[in-house]
Every structure is written in C-alpha cells, then in structure tokens.
C-alpha cells in the first residue's frame, strides 16, 4: 500500500553529453531523486545528478542482456509510488524510437503522475554536427527517418524513392541496407554518410557512395551511429568554413592538453598522456583527477560488465531477506560487497524485484574500499564495516566480530573471481552463500583508436584498477605483432594489479601506496614521469 507518490519525468537526453541537454532537462537531472537511464548517456550527464541519486542503468546494447521493457516498466512504477522524484533518461528525443509509449501506458494504469521532455534527436543533430543539410530546394524537399533495427519490416519499395533518408539502429545491418537500397532501385552512386558518436568528442564521419562505403568504414563496431542517404551528403564539403576544413579530429586520433586559465607553471602531468583501463561504460572519476594534474587522458573499455547467466540464485538470496526482515526464513548476518560493479549489481536487482534497503534491516554491511562505499552509499547506506586495507584479503584480518556462525551473503562475479576471501571465511567458521550477481569479460577487440595511439607511441602510461583490466588488455593486445608497452610506463593501484602485471607484461612502473584511484594519481604525480618505462 503505497503512502506517498512522486512523480515520473520522461526526458530526452539529447546527444548524451551536457552540452545538448535542454534547460528542462538539466533542471530535473539536478533535483533527481531516482534515475533511471539508457545506455547512449554519457558519464558527464550521470554526473550531474544529486550524489545521494540513486542511478539505475537500464539500457538496451544489441545482442546483450539486458532489463525487459517490462521490468522497466515495473521499476517506473515502483519508484513512482515509493514517493521518489524520478528522471526516465532516454538518448535522443523520448517519442523517437524510445519506446516511451509502453511506459506510458504502465504509468497511466497505475495512475502514476508522468511529463514528457522533449531533447535532441540525433537523426536531426547528428547531420547537422557533420555538416550535411537534410533539406534543400533542389536536392531534397523533404526527409524521412527510420529505424533499421528489423530491416526484413520496412517497407523499402517505397522508402528508396525518397530523397534523403536518415537511418537509426542500423549499423550491425549496413549490408542489408545498402543492399536492398540498391535492389530497389537507387543508384550505387548515391553518396552516403555514416556519423558514429555524433557531439562527442571521438565522432567520426565516413563519405562515400552506396557502392562504396563498405570500403570506407572501419571493421568494429559502428554502433551508435547515424546515416544519412541522399545528394544532400555531397553538400558537405560545400557548407565546411575554412576552420572546419582543416578540423581532422572527425578522421584521425586527437589528442588534446587541457587548458587550465590562471595557471603560470605547467602542472604535473603536463604533456603526459595517460591510457586507463576500465569497465565499460562506468563513470571515469580517475580521468578527472588526471587531466586536474594537466594530463591528457585516453580511455580504453578493457572490461565488458553484464548480468550473470541467470538471476535465479540472487533472487532466491533477496527473497530470504525479504522473509527474514519479517521474522520468518533465515536470515543473512552480514552482506559483503567487494567491488562498486557488485553494490549496483545487487541494488539494482533489489529494486527490480520491488524492494528496497528495508529488506536488510536484520543484515549488517561489510565493503572494501573507499570507491564501494561511495557507491553504496548512492542507495542512501552507510557500510557497518571497511577494512583498514583497500584489499579484499584485509576483510577477514580485521572483521570486528567471530566470525563462527555468522551467515554470509556475498554477491559477486559470476566467473573467474578470486576463491581465497570465501575460503578464509569458512576456515574462521563462517557460512557463505555466494550468488553470481554480473559477470565480466573482455571486449571483442581493442578500440581502433587507441590501437593508433599506441603503435604510434603516443601515450606515455597505462594505468590498470584491476587484475582483470590487466589480463583483458593482455588478451587484446596479444598477436599484434609488436611490444605496445615498449617506452609505456605501467601503473597499478595495488598489489594484486601489480602481480598480474608482472605475470603479463614482466614489470610494473608505479604502485599506490593507497590502494584508490587518487591513491594511484598520487603515486604517477609522484614518480614525476621523467621517464618513460623500458
């Protein structure tokens, strides 16, 4: 029975960054109580969030799992009755291709309060950044836009008489495209552009014709991007100012000092380029410290983070401490959570199935590392105890109670996870069930990019969080052919990194001495970066 109601705002995030937000927009996201977002937003707009927000992300990445729309739908109305102002962030403008209507529809049966804020769709933005009209007097009197998620549903008979197309979702169907385009009955001349990561600051534009463009376009992954079909496309180069004609950052590797105003003395890092590692997708809060120190900052998603096989054995764990908060089931003395991908994993979950932190009123909380429980704390806890070590292993040294009897809950990477801290635990008497709450792999294949970057020695440092960070990019950079970290300083953030670097790679240049990302700063600021590694 619910005893209060919040209100649900649906909103356009636009391009994804900060810059293309609408005033509205940024307004909400200041005040949000509860987000609840796609996967096309930035870090950036995560950021400009209350730190007490809770954030759950529920964004939809092609051929991986994901939230179903209906559990979507279910956590608005959760979070709505629960009183909470939420912001439901979606890329681009909601009602285009957002799959607003369903949510709407579950909102208004559960007579939910909602307002739809309109943002920037990248079908109209991302042509415009990379200079193509979509419109024009003689070359196109009008446009249509579509989605080539499903390309065996359009109706491309009469879609391909049509001046100029825009085509959203379609990257991992551009053969199929281009192909039925062209079998009914538009020239293989026609030009075409192909604008990935439009209003960031890595986008890229690709030119060519129907025919061509195979040819043109990298080999990995296009996505997100947008297309564009039609003579209009020939009009870029005609509409480019002299500064934009000599602007390369859209077709080769930019690399950018930071400019900090007021500043006589260059800062520490000034002229160092730094690669980090990290997990897809998460918010980079070392990159910040970084360029603080006047280093110019890469970023290399060396971690693909997703839901396990099966939520099976992590919902039966919740389903105990939903029972066991009302005196009945066995309860869980303590829940541990080692890493901040294991807090959102288990949160996350908690609210997909209607509950909240009441559910671990009998349950005390144990997390390593200053960044886990900054991270818990965004769902508004407060962890019972932190080990004076940043490291997994210090958890059982230092644990403030006998740990005989105690019964552990302990979510956590589904595979290749370290066994020793679950063994230290039963050794000492205690019971732990572990439930795989997300699982990590390696990315397919490194960012292109970054791949430039390195065999053009432009970085200086590679800085790894994680053992797993270290052996991924071991994996990606293995067969290339040449020594990559040749001149490369590698930094690690504490011991168990730094034995994984030495396994893969024979040497680690810097360590922190505090086991944290502005430990890890501290330690490369330290070292002066005179030198490259050898």
């Known amino acids: 029975m619910t005893t209060s109601s919040g209100t649900i705002y649906l909103v356009g995030a636009g391009l994804?960054?900060?810059?293309?937000?609408?005033?509205?927009?940024?307004?909400?996201?200041?005040?949000?109580?509860?987000?609840?977002?796609?996967?096309?937003?930035?870090?950036?707009?995560?950021?400009?969030?209350?730190?007490n927000c809770l954030r759950i992300n529920v964004g939809k990445r092609g051929?991986?799992?994901?939230?179903?729309?209906?559990?979507?739908?279910?956590?608005?109305?959760?979070?709505?009755?629960?009183?909470?102002?939420?912001?439901?962030?979606?890329?681009?403008?909601?009602?285009?291709?957002?799959?607003?209507?369903?949510?709407?529809?579950?909102?208004?049966?559960?007579?939910?309060?909602?307002q739809v804020i309109p943002g920037l769709s990248s079908a109209?933005?991302?042509?415009?950044?990379?200079?193509?009209?979509?419109?024009?007097?003689?070359?196109?009197?009008?446009?249509?836009?579509?989605?080539?998620?499903?390309?065996?549903?359009?109706?491309?008979?009469?879609?391909?008489?049509?001046?100029?197309?825009?085509?959203?979702?379609?990257?991992?169907?551009?053969?199929?495209?281009?192909?039925?385009?062209?079998?009914?009955?538009?020239?293989p001349q026609?030009?075409?552009?192909?604008?990935?990561?439009?209003g960031r600051s890595q986008q890229q534009v690709w030119v060519s014709t129907l025919q061509d463009i195979m040819g043109e376009i990298p080999a990995h992954s296009l996505s997100p991007c947008v297309m564009v079909v039609g003579e209009v496309v020939g009009l870029r180069e005609f509409l480019a100012s002299p500064e934009s004609r000599s602007f390369q950052s859209e077709i080769s590797f930019p690399v950018q000092m930071p400019q900090v105003p007021g500043m006589n003395s260059p800062l520490p890092l000034t002229r160092k380029t730094i690669l980090v590692t990290r997990a897809e997708g998460q918010s980079s809060q070392f990159r910040d410290l970084l360029v603080a120190q006047g280093a110019a900052v890469l970023e290399l998603p060396a971690l693909v983070i997703g839901p396990p096989s099966s939520w099976a054995e992590l919902d039966q764990a919740i389903a105990q401490l939903s029972s066991s908060s009302q005196n009945s089931g066995q309860n869980f003395d303590w829940l541990i959570l080692t890493s901040a991908n294991g807090v959102d994993a288990f949160f996350q979950r908690l609210q997909i199935q209607g509950k909240d932190s009441r559910v671990l009123a009998k349950t005390?909380?144990?997390?390593?590392?200053?960044?886990?429980?900054?991270v818990l704390r965004q769902y508004a806890l407060r962890p019972d105890f932190v080990p004076p070590e940043f490291v997994a292993d210090a958890l059982v040294e230092h644990f403030p109670e006998n740990l005989t009897g105690q019964r552990i809950l302990f979510p956590r990477v589904e595979t290749g996870g370290r066994d020793t801290l679950v063994r230290e635990f039963i050794a000492k008497g205690a019971e732990v069930v572990e439930v795989p709450a997300y699982e990590s792999r390696c990315p397919d294949a490194i960012d292109p990019d970054i791949l430039t970057a390195l065999q053009?020695?432009?970085?200086d440092i590679v800085t790894f969080a994680s053992s797993k960070t270290v052996k991924n990019f071991h994996q990606l950079?293995?067969?290339?052919?040449?020594?990559?970290?040749?001149?490369?300083?590698?930094?690690?953030?504490?011991?168990?990194?730094?034995?994984?670097?030495?396994?893969?790679?024979?040497?680690?240049?810097?360590?922190?001495?505090?086991?944290?990302?502005?430990?890890l700063t501290a330690a490369i600021v330290g070292k002066g970066m005179g030198e490259r590694g050898s």
């Open 364 to 374: 005390k909380i144990a997390v390593v590392g200053k960044k886990t429980a900054e």
């Open 124 to 187: 109209l933005a991302a042509p415009l950044l990379a200079r193509i009209p979509l419109t024009d007097p003689v070359m196109s009197r009008g446009f249509a836009v579509i989605t080539a998620h499903e390309p065996e549903a359009l109706d491309w008979e009469n879609l391909t008489p049509l001046d100029t197309l825009v085509i959203l979702m379609g990257a991992r169907n551009l053969p199929e495209i281009l192909h039925q385009l062209q079998r009914h009955g538009r020239s």
């Open 190 to 198: 026609t030009p075409m552009a192909v604008i990935q990561h439009a």
């Open 16 to 51: 994804g960054s900060p810059e293309y937000l609408t005033l509205q927009a940024y307004g909400l996201l200041i005040r949000a109580e509860v987000l609840i977002y796609d996967a096309l937003v930035d870090d950036s707009i995560l950021k400009l969030t209350p730190e």
């Open 477 to 519: 950079v293995q067969g290339l052919g040449v020594d990559l970290l040749a001149g490369v300083a590698i930094a690690s953030i504490g011991p168990q990194t730094s034995m994984a670097c030495q396994q893969y790679f024979g040497r680690v240049d810097m360590e922190a001495t505090e086991y944290t990302l502005p430990g």
């Open 456 to 459: 053009q020695h432009q970085i």
């Open 63 to 114: 051929g991986q799992p994901s939230a179903s729309q209906a559990e979507i739908n279910q956590l608005l109305v959760q979070s709505c009755q629960q009183g909470h102002q939420v912001v439901r962030l979606k890329g681009g403008d909601p009602f285009i291709f957002g799959r607003t209507t369903s949510e709407i529809q579950a909102l208004v049966a559960a007579k939910c309060p909602f």
